[in-house]
């Protein structure tokens, strides 16, 4: 490997503050079903998050929306993803992120994506584009040239750890099942099994909600937060919404959290069209 700079993709950013980190995580929570040719979140869905660090219940907040878009007579589905801190946390360390992810309608892949993210001492903007039939990808930090590149990408289904977590929910796993699946990793790919450890009754806005808890884990030498002795655990709700109720990153600093607070249904008939307005 190159003594070069080091190269910065859309995926967690471990080597920052831990609250950062988590933030800039949750910024790129959007995702697509690996086995099935849709997209993951249907045209009109949204789903809110409200976003917490240790003691501290409320430091965030997390939406992510989906929208078709036609570009060029072909129809495709845009997914947006906005994070920000909130009051106290907020006067102590401002952070606004935001992302784009367009997803081709027909077959699901990752087209392109676009992210930003602002703090009071850091600024990120990078966006890659993908090519599947020569299996590369464009990345491009738009605030240091340098740092761009053209990675290549392997067989499967490549994705960002949090999109591995969210895709989860049309998986439709049983306790003891499980799936691998391809994460990028700033430039480097690798691979994790997704274990369904148990189900569990969980408190959430509106009470106790049966769900299956997902724990993922590396496959071979652990890398990035892993090998920092993190852990990571999402809660599907045990039902037909299959709604990701909660998620939790575990650090050796403490443990950050997202919880669904409310739930928007798509627009037309789909897999999650029956689901309630609220979690």
């Known amino acids: 490997m190159d003594a070069g700079p080091r190269k910065t993709t859309l995926t967690l950013i471990p080597d ?9 995580m949750l910024v790129l929570c959007a995702g697509v079903r690996a086995s099935e040719s849709v997209v993951l979140l249907q045209p009109g869905e949204t789903l809110t998050y409200r976003v917490g660090w240790g003691l501290l219940g409320h430091a965030g907040d997390m939406k992510i929306t989906s929208a078709t878009e036609t570009l060029d007579e072909v129809v495709h589905t845009r997914v947006n993803t906005t994070t920000a801190t909130r009051g106290l ?21 990752l087209l392109s994506a676009t992210a930003r ?3 009071s001492k850091n600024r990120t903007h990078a966006s890659i584009t993908f090519d599947h039939d020569k299996r590369e990808a464009d990345y491009i930090d738009h605030l240091k040239p340098a740092r761009s590149s053209t990675l290549i ?6 994705m960002d750890l949090m999109t591995a977590l969210i895709q989860t929910r049309v998986w439709s796993l049983k306790a003891g ?8 990793f700033d430039d480097d790919f690798y691979s994790l099994k997704i274990t369904a450890e148990r189900e569990e009754t969980i408190s959430t806005p509106k009470g106790p909600r049966k769900a299956l808890l997902l724990v993922p884990r590396m496959i071979g030498k652990p890398k990035g937060m892993f090998r920092r002795g ?3 655990r999402v809660w599907v709700s045990a039902d037909a919404d299959r709604l990701p109720l909660r998620f939790e990153v575990k650090l050796k600093v403490g443990t950050a959290f997202a919880v669904l607070t409310s739930y928007q249904p798509p627009d037309k008939p789909g897999p999650t069209a029956d689901a309630p307005k609220q979690p």
């Open 16 to 24: 920052m503050k831990p609250l950062r980190a988590f933030f800039v």
């Open 89 to 109: 946390v907020r006067a102590l360390y401002s952070f606004d992120g935001d992302a784009s992810m367009l997803f081709d309608a027909s077959d699901g892949n």
């Open 117 to 119: 993210t602002r703090s």
């Open 153 to 158: 990408v392997p067989e499967g289904r490549p």
């Open 177 to 184: 099942d499980s799936r691998d699946v391809l994460v990028l």
């Open 230 to 232: 993190g852990e990571v």
